[in-house]
Every structure is written in structure tokens, then in C-alpha cells.
């Protein structure tokens, strides 16, 4: 059977042009030298999809996603290779596409109704429930050009949905909602899944992609990385950035020199990460994690409490540790050393995680000296599937039925 998506040797060419400030003897001598760069956006890429199938796309800002879902939706014309699909397509590609600013919501929707070639007493029939599911019932006789982004998304994608398309192009818009409204497109989705309709969606949000595609395509720079079942080309996908992460936060590490001098002269060195197996900045959740915390002073050091704080990407402390005071109130520490913190089962769920490093005086609480982020330590959630930022230690009990006991 033809597949209902067909792209075959896909590519397109952009054009860069470059920004240079020039005499005009430069401009008058240099003529011939052209002022622009060509260059591959999508470069000879090809699919089948098959009907009622949900395929997604992913890859890195300017990979070339958007590109080739505006080829495959008719919007871009390929410079090289084929394009076909069966049936009628709507698409959602990016905020506002598609939209006369000047005329109202209810204008558009039949504007987009006209131009996918819908009887106006379909649009008639359809536009009560295309208002309510975008929840702009307030707004739809405002012009749209004063929408915000995420009334923009929500009327598209409401209108997207009710064309009774066979093939649906998503581009990652959803993200412009809220949570509400993501969460009724994913249930739309699904049920336009069960419906057998064709889907191709490009998203970065991981999870959604294999909660919902069945097969998957990696594009880097425009050309195919990988491609087939969606949780092999997800997890390639996010083990190459977390790879490149590590790597640039592993390059930074040994950048580091330690804090300047705080009271009393008291100074951080190095503050190192390890994991289990001994590697810098990388640590498995439920694994073993290591933090040597190296620090000078003029002299030594009476009764002073270290304190580490784990604070998850850009949000609030996590989990903050400190020495015991009883054990350090009165212990004179060494000019120089090391304080070491074992965490026998690390409890962070996958993710980077940035650091606070401390070291105060017991009896006044006054801080000897502070580094804020000495560096990030990356976590593997090596396949759990958790969801959030902390691991409990936790069990299920689940009833079971004895088989031979039902009455069938
Ligand atoms: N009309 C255009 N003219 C010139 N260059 C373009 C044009 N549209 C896209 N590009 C370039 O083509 C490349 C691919 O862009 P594209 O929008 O397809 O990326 P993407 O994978 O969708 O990225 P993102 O994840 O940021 O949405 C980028 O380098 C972009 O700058
Ligand atoms: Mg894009």
C-alpha cells in the first residue's frame, strides 16, 4: 500500500547573506564576489509514513525540523527530491501561520475553512465546538492580531483538529500553552490516533515524543542522524546531548580555580563531583556520588561546619547537607585539606544539577566563605522512570487475582 506520507530525497537550500560594510570602491571591484552563502537546510531526506501512524522529528534548534514539515505541508517548495500525501492536511507550524491579523477569530477560522476547501456549513457546524475547545468564546469576534501567543495556539490548534483532517502536521507550537490546553491537545491527539489518522509531529519535549510517536527521525545539520523506532532514536537523541553536556561541563571543571579569600583568609579550592565508577560531573541516580571539598587558610581553623547545597536547574535548593556540629563544635581543623562527602545513594533524578559550597563558623554562624555553583554535575536516570527531581526509597503492593478463580 502507498504510504500515506511520502518524501523522497528531500532538500532544500537557504540562502545566508552576509552584513558587510563596504565602500562603494569595494562594491565597484568586488562585484562579482556574491554577498550570500548557500547552504543545506534539510539535505536529501526521506520517509514513509503509513496511514494512522504518529511520527515525530527531533533534532537541535536550526536542524532543519520546521523546514522540512513546511516542505512536507507545501508552505516551502524543495529544492531537490519529492513530496506526497494522501488526503486532506492540516497543519499547526508555527504560532500565528495562517492568521489575518486584521479580521476576527471567527473570520479566520473560516478563511483557514476556505482554504482547505471546506463547505462554509461544515465550518457552520464545526465552529461552536472550534471556539469552545480553544476556550475563546470571550475573544472570537476580536481581531486576532491582539491574541496573545497562547490564544494564537489555541485557536489554531482548535481549528487544526476540527478540519477532519487525514493528516495532521503538528510543529512543536503546543509548547505556547498551558498546561490545561496541553494536556487536552495530547487527549485530542491520542484520540485522533485511535481514529486512524496520520500524524507527524516535531517536538523537543522528550517525553511527549515517546508517549506518542510510534517511529521517529533524528536530523542534525538537515541530514538524517537516525531513524526508526521511536525509543531507540530518543534515547540515541539524549544520550548525544547529555554526551556534549558532560563534555563542556567537564572542560569547565578543570577550569577552576577555587574562591578568593573570605574572613579570616579562608579560601576554597577545587570542589570536585564524582560518580560511582570515579568520573568527574557524572553521577547515576541511586548511585554512589562523591564531593571533595579542598580548602586553605592562613592558620588553622576552630570549629567550623561545612555545608553543601544541591539545587536542580534554575529552581530552589533541593537538598542542602551539612557537617555535624556536636562532632566539629570545638575540633581544630588543619591549615589545608580536604572534607569529603559520601552520598552512598544519590536521590536525584536525571537532570544537571548546580551546587553551593560553605564553610561558616559554629559559634557566631558568621561565613568564613561561599561559592555559589562551583560547577554542575550532570545525573543519568539510566532508564528510571521516575518523574520529577528526588528519589524515594519506595515499594508497590498491587492485588493479584487467581486466574482459576474467575469465572470466565
Ligand atoms: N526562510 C529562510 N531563509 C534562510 N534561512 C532559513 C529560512 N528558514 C530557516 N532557515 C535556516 O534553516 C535552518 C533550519 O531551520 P529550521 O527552522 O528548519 O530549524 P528547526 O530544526 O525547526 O529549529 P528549531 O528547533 O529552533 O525550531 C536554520 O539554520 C535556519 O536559520
Ligand atoms: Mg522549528
Known amino acids: 500500500m502507498e504510504p500515506t506520507i511520502r518524501v523522497d530525497g528531500l532538500s532544500k537550500r537557504f ?18 564576489r556574491s554577498r550570500f552563502e548557500e547552504f543545506w537546510a534539510v539535505n536529501d531526506i526521506s520517509l514513509e509514513i503509513n496511514e494512522g501512524e504518529t511520527f515525530g522529528i527531533i533534532g537541535a534548534n536550526g536542524s532543519g525540523k520546521s523546514t522540512l514539515l513546511k516542505c512536507v ?7 531537490r527530491g519529492k ?19 486584521d479580521y476576527s477569530g471567527r473570520e479566520n477560522i473560516y478563511l483557514n475553512g476556505a482554504i482547505l476547501g471546506l463547505p462554509r456549513r461544515y465550518i457552520n457546524s464545526v465552529i461552536d465546538e472550534i ?3 480553544a476556550e475563546l468564546e470571550q475573544f472570537i469576534d476580536n481581531p486576532v492580531r491582539n491574541y496573545s501567543s497562547g490564544m494564537y495556539t489555541r485557536l489554531g490548534f482548535s481549528i487544526a483538529i476540527h478540519m477532519d483532517p487525514d493528516v495532521l502536521l503538528i510543529d512543536e507550537v503546543l509548547a505556547v500553552g498551558d498546561e490545561a490546553f496541553q494536556r487536552r491537545c495530547m487527549d485530542h491527539i491520542e484520540s485522533m490516533r485511535r481514529e ?39 534515547d540515541g537523541y539524549i544520550g548525544e546531548v547529555n554526551r556534549r553536556e558532560l563534555e563542556a561541563l ?17 579560601r576554597l579550592g577545587s570542589v570536585e563531583f564524582a560518580g560511582s565508577d570515579g568520573e568527574v560531573n557524572s553521577v547515576t541516580t541511586g548511585g554512589e556520588l562523591t564531593v571533595r571539598i579542598a580548602y586553605e587558610s592562613p592558620s588553622a581553623i576552630r570549629g567550623a561546619r561545612f555545608r553543601v547545597s544541591f539545587y536542580p ?14 562532632d566539629l563544635g570545638d575540633r581544630l581543623l588543619p591549615a589545608a585539606g580536604t572534607v569529603t562527602l559520601s552520598v552512598p545513594s544519590a536521590p536525584f533524578l536525571d537532570g544537571v544539577y548546580g551546587t553551593k559550597v560553605e564553610i561558616e563558623d559554629i559559634a557566631s554562624g558568621r561565613s568564613y566563605v561561599e561559592i555559589d555553583r562551583p560547577q554542575s554535575f550532570r545525573v543519568q536516570g539510566a532508564g528510571r522512570h521516575e518523574v520529577g527531581m528526588a528519589l524515594v526509597g519506595h515499594h508497590w503492593e498491587v492485588p493479584s487475582l487467581d486466574p482459576t478463580s474467575v469465572n470466565v
Open 15 to 32: 540562502r545566508i547573506y552576509h552584513q558587510r560594510s563596504e565602500t562603494l570602491k569595494e562594491v565597484l571591484v568586488d562585484r562579482r
Open 73 to 79: 505541508a507545501g508552505i516551502l517548495v524543495p529544492d
Open 83 to 101: 513530496v506526497s500525501v494522501k488526503g486532506r492536511m492540516a497543519s499547526l507550524l508555527e504560532v500565528g501561520a495562517g492568521f489575518h491579523p
Open 131 to 133: 471556539v469552545g475547545f
Open 196 to 234: 486512524g489518522r496520520t500524524l507527524l509531529f516535531v517536538s523537543h519535549a522528550a517525553d511527549t515524543v515517546r508517549k506518542l510517536c510510534d517511529r521517529c527521525l533524528w536530523i542534525e545539520h538537515g541530514s538524517q542522524r537516525l531513524a526508526g523506532d521511536t525509543d531507540t532514536v530518543v
Open 250 to 266: 567537564q572542560a569547565s571543571a578543570s577550569e577552576l580555580g577555587g574562591s578568593e579569600p573570605g574572613w579570616m583568609g579562608v
Open 313 to 326: 536547574a534554575g529552581q530552589a535548593v533541593l537538598l542542602s547537607v551539612q557537617t555535624d556540629d556536636g
